[in-house]
């Protein structure tokens, strides 16, 4: 190689190292920008969550002081009023139980995703927890002329480890949609199934179904499918989304198969191993 040639390599590396420094700052300074960001996406996060709380709880206390005047309203007055003035008064409680319930979800959410919440955990046969969640329910359905059907399973299944409460509330919320999007003299079946080491809880319905477009969505915080907004305006899109929290606690899955005909919500539960 000519002297000339050595100088131009050793030149040309010169410049290739240069350029990779520049890189590497770049890189560092990129870094350190995404670092930024990240902590001011958490804090504002954190803001978003803090306004949320201290709303709900400014809030809570006078709905709970307007329910405790419209029930007095409703006791003392109730022979004096008008039918008309009767059903305004339903309308109002009506209204003012919305309103707690879903300041009270508010609450709930707030305290679920900061992981607030303590967990008490007991062994139990699956139906001590099923079949208390759909007699609570049995009112709703019978007021939207649904029927619930739950098949208790033959033989003996594997306990589950679970809060029963917490667990309970899950299983309510995905009930309560079936029931809630369903149309009217149609059914809602319940089951469960053996898969070890989970337990698989499926609720059929046969309602209006959940759009391909909205799969990815449903379990995000206040999201609400068009075509359940039409077939049911009241709802607050937070269901799912502590729903699938309590489940992914537990070890378990929450997912779905839907179509025009109806939808199918599966729920894993992670059987008792200490035995
Ligand atoms: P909400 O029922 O208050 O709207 P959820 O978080 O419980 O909120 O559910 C989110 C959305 O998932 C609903 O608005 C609806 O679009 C869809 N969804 C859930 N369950 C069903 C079901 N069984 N059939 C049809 N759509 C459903």
Same mark, same amino acid.
């Given at each position: 190689?000519?002297?000339?040639?050595?100088?131009?390599?050793?030149?040309?590396?010169?410049?290739? #190292?240069?350029?990779?420094?520049? $890189?590497?700052?770049?890189?560092?300074?990129? @870094? +350190?920008? &995404?670092?930024? =960001?990240?902590?001011?996406?958490?804090?504002?996060?954190?803001?978003?969550?803090?306004?949320?709380?201290?709303?709900?709880?400014?809030?809570?206390?006078?709905?709970?002081?307007?329910?405790?005047?419209?029930?007095?309203?409703?006791?003392?007055?109730?022979?004096?009023?008008?039918?008309?003035?009767?059903?305004?008064?339903?309308?109002?409680?009506?209204?003012?139980?919305?309103?707690?319930?879903?300041?009270?979800?508010?609450?709930?959410?707030?305290?679920?995703?900061?992981?607030?919440?303590?967990?008490? #955990?007991?062994?139990?046969?699956? $139906?001590?927890?099923?079949?208390?969640?759909? @007699? +609570?329910? &049995?009112?709703? =359905?019978?007021?939207?002329?649904?029927?619930?059907?739950?098949?208790?399973?033959?033989?003996?299944?594997?306990?589950?480890?679970?809060?029963?409460?917490?667990?309970?509330?899950?299983?309510?919320?995905?009930?309560?949609?079936?029931?809630?999007?369903?149309?009217?003299?149609?059914?809602?079946?319940?089951?469960?199934?053996?898969?070890?080491?989970?337990?698989?809880?499926?609720?059929?319905?046969?309602?209006?179904?959940?759009?391909?477009?909205?799969?990815?969505?449903?379990?995000?915080?206040?999201?609400?499918?068009?075509?359940?907004?039409?077939?049911?305006?009241?709802?607050?899109?937070?269901?799912?989304?502590?729903?699938?929290?309590?489940?992914?606690?537990?070890?378990?899955?929450?997912?779905?198969?839907?179509?025009?005909?109806?939808?199918?919500?599966?729920?894993?539960?992670?059987?008792?191993?200490?035995?």
């Amino acid at each position: 190689m000519h002297a000339s040639d050595e100088y131009n390599e050793v030149e040309h590396l010169k410049q290739l #190292l240069k350029d990779q420094e520049v $890189s590497a700052k770049l890189l560092v300074r990129r @870094d +350190r920008e &995404l670092t930024r =960001a990240h902590e001011k996406i958490q804090e504002l996060g954190q803001m978003k969550s803090d306004f949320i709380f201290v709303v709900a709880h400014q809030l809570r206390t006078p709905l709970s002081v307007t329910k405790w005047a419209l029930d007095i309203l409703g006791e003392n007055a109730h022979e004096s009023l008008t039918s008309e003035q009767q059903a305004i008064l339903a309308r109002g409680k009506e209204s003012n139980e919305r309103m707690i319930q879903l300041v009270d979800d508010l609450l709930k959410v707030d305290l679920y995703e900061t992981g607030k919440v303590q967990y008490m #955990l007991t062994v139990v046969p699956i $139906s001590e927890l099923i079949q208390p969640v759909v @007699d +609570r329910l &049995l009112p709703l =359905a019978a007021q939207q002329g649904v029927t619930l059907e739950y098949v208790a399973p033959e033989g003996e299944l594997s306990p589950v480890h679970v809060d029963v409460e917490k667990l309970g509330a899950a299983l309510q919320n995905v009930m309560e949609n079936a029931v809630k999007y369903s149309p009217k003299d149609s059914v809602v079946n319940i089951a469960v199934q053996e898969k070890s080491p989970h337990l698989i809880v499926s609720i059929h319905d046969t309602g209006i179904g959940i759009p391909p477009e909205d799969k990815e969505k449903i379990f995000s915080k206040f999201y609400r499918g068009t075509n359940a907004v039409k077939a049911q305006t009241e709802g607050s899109g937070l269901g799912l989304f502590m729903t699938r929290k309590i489940i992914k606690r537990h070890g378990g899955e929450i997912w779905f198969e839907s179509s025009a005909g109806g939808t199918t919500f599966y729920i894993s539960i992670p059987t008792d191993t200490t035995n």
